[in-house]
DNA sequence: TAGGAATATTCCTATTAGAGTATATTTAAG
DNA sequence: CTTAAATATACTCTAATAGGAATATTCCTA
């Protein structure tokens, strides 16, 4: 939970979010990342930095490349403080469910479809 | 998706997450958010605007009271992102990922009774 | 071992965003 | 009609932070 709240404040800054969905595809060096999403290097390795910090990345050393990719942790802690709304996404699901109800209803005394 | 990365940013925010947080456990007043989170009454209304203008919170009024709850749209986006992020999660953890798949089956067929 | 490539780091600047304070607005109560 | 409570807004200040440029570091290869 913690963990969660640490990588939503580090996800926050747009360009590390961007970093971290191109890394979904699979792990990348600093100069690629840099490349695709037209950074420049040194920015690219500070928020590299802060996302590895915050664990959400990890590296791995060949020769004088650094290559990223995306750890699984943060993600399920996200998943599991997502689950504590459950109960607020549902809510709405069952008003959608009786808001169907109540147009079925009125289409049932309008016209007798089915 | 464009819904899920703006929660983000907004989420980013300590407080404002420490607000979302708060509402989980139902609808409050700006006065009472601002007292529980220790903060002044115009930061608090500060983030409930941005909270309610990135469509996380919405407000409700009782004569000169607001009251802020939690929208299930941006909850329900950012489980959708989440999810993009599947296969990562899965490549460690599996016993773990299966528990959890077990849970999600036993929790969809509780709900389909409904 | 000199040079170049890839990356990290340092320092500086400018923008931004959150906090604080004061004030405006709305509404109920007396 | 005045006042007080609840909230929103405007303004200023300050601190955090992202970006830019230069430099340091590491490692490979000729």
Redesign the pocket.
Known sequence: MNHAMNALSVL?????LAIVELLRDGEL????I?HKLE????????????LTESEILE?K?D?????YKLRPEPFQSLESWLKTFQKIMEERYDKLDDYLKVLQQKDKTKKSKK
């Open positions: 926050g800054e747009p360009n590390r060096t600093v100069g690629e840099a950074i420049r290097q040194p920015q690219a390795s500070k928020h590299l930095k802060i590296v050393a020769a004088n490349r650094r290559i």
